[in-house]
T-cell receptor, first 111, second 117 residues
Framework: GQQLNQSPQSMFIQEGEDVSMNCTSS?????WLWYKQDPGEGPVLLIA?????ELTSNGRLTAQFGITRKDSFLNISASIPSDVGIYFC???????????FGQGTTLQVKP | ETGVTQSPTHLIKTRGQQVTLRCSSQ?????VSWYQQALGQGPQFIFQ???????GRGNFPPRFSGLQFPNYSSELNVNALELDDSALYLC????????????????FGEGSWLTVV
C-alpha cells in the first residue's frame, strides 16, 4: 500500500539529547499528524498540523508542516527514557478519516 | 485515553473462518475508519464509514466489510480468513464533515490483535 517516506528508521540516543525525524511524500496533504505507539497499544496522537508552514509545540515536542505540503518534521528536545517507542507520521485530508502512514521511527533512549 | 474502545482485544481464528471486530467511537465523532497494522509496519487504511455509509476504501478485497450503526459505533467483518490477515486492527474516530476547513483530528483505539492459524 501507499506509504510516506519516514526517516530515520531507528535511533539510539543518550538521555538528554535532542531528536529529529521527518517524513516526505510525493503527494500533497492538508493535514499532518504525528503519533507515538508503544508495544501492544494503539497509536496516540502527539501533534496535529493543519496549515502549510504551521509550527506547533506540545511540551518538549515540536512539529512543522512543510511549506510544500509534502513533508513534516518532529523534534523532541531533552529526551527522557519514557520517550522510547515508535513514532509515526501520517498525512491526510481535512474531511476524511483516511491517513497515509510512514513506516515509523523506533526511538531508544539510554539512561 | 482517546474515548475509542475496541473489542475483543485479542483473538485467534482458524484459516477460512469469519471474524467480527467492534468499535465504539469517541463521543461527538460521526466518522469511523479501520486500519490494519502488520508487525513492524505502519497502519494501512481499510475503509471509512460516515453517517452509516462506506465513504472511502483502501486496497483491501471485498471479504473485508463493515457496518456503522446510528450511534456511530462500527463493526469490521473479515470473511474467509487467511494467514496474512494476522495483524493488529485499529479503529479510529473523527468528526467528519464536508467542509474543507474541518480540522479533522483522528483518534485511535487500542486495537484488536487477530491471529489466524
Amino acid at each position: 500500500g501507499q506509504q510516506l517516506n519516514q526517516s530515520p528508521q531507528s535511533m539510539f540516543i543518550q538521555e538528554g539529547e535532542d531528536v529529529s525525524m521527518n517524513c516526505t511524500s510525493s503527494s500533497i496533504f492538508n493535514t499532518w499528524l504525528w503519533y507515538k505507539q508503544d508495544p501492544g497499544e494503539g497509536p496516540v496522537l502527539l501533534i496535529a498540523l493543519y496549515k502549510a508552514g504551521e509550527l506547533t509545540s506540545n511540551g518538549r515536542l515540536t512539529a512543522q508542516f512543510g511549506i510544500t505540503r509534502k513533508d513534516s518534521f518532529l523534534n523532541i528536545s531533552a529526551s527522557i527514557p519514557s520517550d522510547v517507542g515508535i513514532y509515526f507520521c501520517a498525512g491526510g485530508y481535512s474531511n476524511t478519516g483516511k491517513l497515509i502512514f510512514g513506516q515509523g521511527t523506533t526511538l531508544q533512549v539510554k539512561p | 485515553e482517546t474515548g475509542v474502545t475496541q473489542s475483543p482485544t485479542h483473538l485467534i481464528k482458524t484459516r477460512g473462518q469469519q471474524v467480527t471486530l467492534r468499535c465504539s467511537s469517541q463521543s461527538g465523532h460521526n466518522t469511523v475508519s479501520w486500519y490494519q497494522q502488520a508487525l513492524g509496519q505502519g497502519p494501512q487504511f481499510i475503509f471509512q464509514y460516515y453517517r452509516e455509509e462506506e465513504n472511502g476504501r483502501g486496497n483491501f478485497p471485498p471479504r473485508f466489510s463493515g457496518l456503522q450503526f446510528p450511534n456511530y459505533s462500527s463493526e469490521l467483518n473479515v470473511n474467509a480468513l487467511e494467514l496474512d490477515d494476522s495483524a493488529l486492527y485499529l479503529c479510529a474516530s473523527s468528526r467528519g464533515g464536508t467542509g474543507s476547513n474541518v480540522r479533522n483530528t483522528i483518534y485511535f483505539g487500542e486495537g484488536s490483535w487477530l491471529t489466524v492459524v
